[in-house]
């Protein structure tokens, strides 16, 4: 599937934490685009030789939505062209991409159970699977998803996920002393399940930093055994805010 050039003109920004903002936009034509996929927005840079630089947002939102917006999550990083463009946008104000691109698709048969492990914005291709057609239709009897985040204040999507018949599993490595979920990284919790849990029905699929995917990769098919066809990646590497795509694993 190639990708068009679109105008997208924003219809609505909140901020879902004090870092992380989710963008509605109405693009130009309509976007079709299989649950997972991202598009790539032209961030404006007079010190490129184009005059912009790219960069990267998985879509966030149903591929058939009731009032023809789209939605991206975007983390506001300091230094970070694409997110201080894009939070910088007004209602009305207009940006370009391109879209779609990506082989991250959901692809759990009934009979086997999702798992979805993500840190941060690597949740919104997750939510765009969940709300798809084809997983309430089609989709696995049981589903989980482990979401790391620093603390409380970083939590994303509440209650959006239990909505879709999702058991959800936040895993937060600096928590207050008030918090009674899961202490610790995604990684932990995974460690924390026993070997007589469902390790050979599960597709996984993980989505964040590369540190964390590489991590759950090498925990899952080590130490659990899994095979490497059940378990789908796509990475984001921070830095230089790109996001590098490796594909599916396997």
Known sequence: MLGRELTCEIRETIWLTPTVARIKFAPSRSIHFEPGQFISVKVPDPKSADGFVKRAYSLASTNRPADACFEICVKLVEGGKGSTYL???????????????????????PERIACFVCTGTGIAPFKSMVESPLFSESGPAQSLLVLGVRDENEILYRDEFETKGVEVIHALSVPSKAWRGFRGR??????????????????????????????????LVEHRKVQPQYIRQEVYFTPSEHRVRQGNAA
Do not use: I, Q
């Open 186 to 219: 995604v990684t932990d919790y995974l460690a924390s399940l026993p070997s007589s849990w469902v390790w050979k029905s599960v597709d996984f699929y993980l989505c964040g930093n590369g540190k964390m995917v590489n991590e759950v990769r090498d925990y």
């Open 87 to 109: 939070t910088s946008l007004r209602v009305g104000d207009r940006f370009k991409a391109t879209a779609p691109f990506g082989d991250f698709y959901f692809e759990t048969p």
